[in-house]
């Protein structure tokens, strides 16, 4: 335990010095972040900031491996998100094309599912789900949905480092797991320059890879038996929540769901008046609220689905108020900007 605690601090220091010199390189470079229709920022900010996270973290797992401290299908499952790394950053320099984007997202889910070799059973109620035409199938999309959903997300200062970094926390309360501990060092060194206002962000390599990370040490966790799939759904609902609701009603509105928008919750609380800090203080508070309706259904366990299904209303309640404040309706998409640059 005290090796993996003296590790995280390196690791924090690690990525708090890089995000420092990638800053300063993505300045000299001009690797800026320039405000459109979906900015939530008025002014240039450098990007890439997020390969400090990445560095940091993949030599921190390999560390740990080869002191033998985490499992070899965790290990090599976490490697796979090598690739998507590469082709995030590249695409932070050059824009790629979504199709690129997409094909590297697919191959990592399946390199991921693959190395970590299974899904074990979802079990609600006593009822056990292990059919693996639906379990694999939704394994893979889910991988898919998610890093792409924290992209979409990673729009105010901080909120998507801070997101990663509570869902790790809870995850570390449930498990016991020091990896937990070990990634939130990784992203605190980072979130030193991005808390707001933001002198860097973290650009797609962080948010697809936090995205990434999350969700694997989720499906890892559940196979464990320490934390189920399902209490982890929850811990990251926030996220999830926001951007399918979002992309559906889009849907249903009939508009190109291509073009980038600022029709995000959190987007609209910021175009409401709030702050980007206030806003991403109230999202612990959110988080701190679900974390302990994960606590009471892992503690009665008939409890699970009555949870689960308040988890969703709370969060609906919050989309309502933010509606009343600033209408869904009434934000324009910016047809020329493309979705996921």
Not at 234 to 245: C, G, I, P, V, Y
Not at 291 to 311: G, M, Q, T
Request: with cysteine; proline share 3%; aromatic share 14%.
């Amino acid at each position: 335990m005290k090796n993996i605690l003296f590790l995280s601090g390196v690791l924090f220091f690690i990525s708090l010095i890089l995000t420092y010199f990638i800053r300063c390189a993505a300045l000299n470079h001009k690797i800026l972040d320039i405000p459109n229709e979906r900015s939530s920022h008025v002014s240039p900010v450098p990007r890439g900031g997020g390969l400090a996270i990445v560095l940091a973290w993949y030599f921190g797992i390999t560390v740990l491996y080869y002191l033998k401290y985490i499992e070899s299908s965790l290990y090599f499952a976490m490697l796979s998100g090598i690739l998507l790394a590469i082709i995030s950053l590249i695409d932070d320099l050059i824009s790629l094309k979504p199709v690129i984007r997409l094909s590297a997202q697919i191959i990592t889910a399946l390199a991921a599912f693959v190395l970590i070799k299974e899904i074990n059973p979802v079990i609600i109620l006593g009822v056990e789900i292990n059919s693996l035409v639906i379990l694999y199938p939704l394994v893979i999309i889910g991988i898919v949905w998610f890093i792409n959903l924290y992209n979409f997300l990673d729009g105010i200062d901080g909120y998507a480092s801070l997101e990663a970094i509570t869902i790790a926390a809870s995850m570390f309360i449930f498990t016991g797991s020091l990896i937990n501990f070990m990634l939130i060092a990784c992203i605190l060194g980072f979130l030193f320059w991005n808390w707001p206002k933001a002198k860097i962000f973290m650009g797609d390599i962080g948010s697809t890879q936090l995205g990434f990370i999350l969700i694997v040490l989720g499906i890892y966790f559940h196979n464990k038996s320490e934390l189920s799939i399902v209490n982890w759904i929850m811990l990251s609902s926030l996220f999830w929540f926001d951007a399918t609701l979002t992309l559906f009603r889009r849907w249903r509105n009939k508009e190109k769901l291509s073009v980038a928008h600022r029709k995000h919750a959190y987007q609209r609380a910021v175009q409401s008046g709030m702050t980007h800090q206030k806003t991403v203080l109230l999202s612990i508070v959110i988080n701190v609220i679900i974390a302990s309706l994960v606590f009471i259904s892992r503690k009665y366990e008939f409890l699970l689905i009555p949870s689960f299904i308040f988890n969703l209303l709370f969060l609906y309640g919050i989309t309502l108020l933010i509606d009343r404040k600033v209408p869904f309706g009434k934000i324009r998409s910016n047809n020329q900007t493309p979705l996921m640059e």
